[in-house]
């Protein structure tokens, strides 16, 4: 699927929503800001693959590789770690499902063990924000997604619609890669960069039109590809 909203997204609050269009005139999708509303994230992330030609002056295109390149991931933070672990415990030792649980020893034990590596992951993401540059098309690197919202953590309906309504994907863009592409020559002065990348549910239409209004030298051709089998 591809620029389609969210199935379990509240008619509520997709009604007092602000809307957003594709640059390309495609579907508009409702989001929310207001925390404790359903977002625009659907239950099982679909991911797209696209292609994506820029094409421009070799310095102006240089000056694009070197703004976006990053660490393509997002330094969050996890403000209730600490309930969590609570609702952890809680969860493993009178599971959902009615099923046998643990005893509260284990079930704190391992629940302790899921929260230190759920803060390690987090401390590692934000070391390498900071100084990666191995993704060449980090949306974070060129769009950053502002302090108080990161504070907030992922999973909070603001954080979820700042990311929709300034990116139009909720997470980062996965497995980006540089295609091979024929290098300028005296006849051929406009130079391009061929990338392949993978967006979560939708196709980061908000993004690309701040990147035209940016980089307005600077060329994109942006090709989803549905998968309608």
Known sequence: MGNRAASSASPRAASRAPMLTSPAGGVRVGITGRAGDDALRLAHTDWLRHDLVITGAPSELADFEAAAAGAGAIPWEYPDLDLEEED????????????????????????????????????????????????????????????????????HSASLAWLQANWGTTLPLRHVQCLPEKPVTAKRKTARLRLEFWSADWTPWAAFAAFRKAWPALGFDIRPEYDDG
């Open 88 to 155: 952890r415990v809680q969860a493993l030792v009178q599971p959902p499902d009615g099923s046998r649980g643990l005893d509260v020893d284990s079930a704190r034990v391992l629940a302790r063990e899921l929260r230190e590596a759920i803060f390690g992951h987090q401390q590692k993401i934000v070391a390498a924000a900071a100084q990666s540059r191995a993704c060449p098309l980090d949306l974070h690197k060129l769009l950053p997604v502002p302090a108080e919202i990161l504070q907030l953590g992922p999973d």
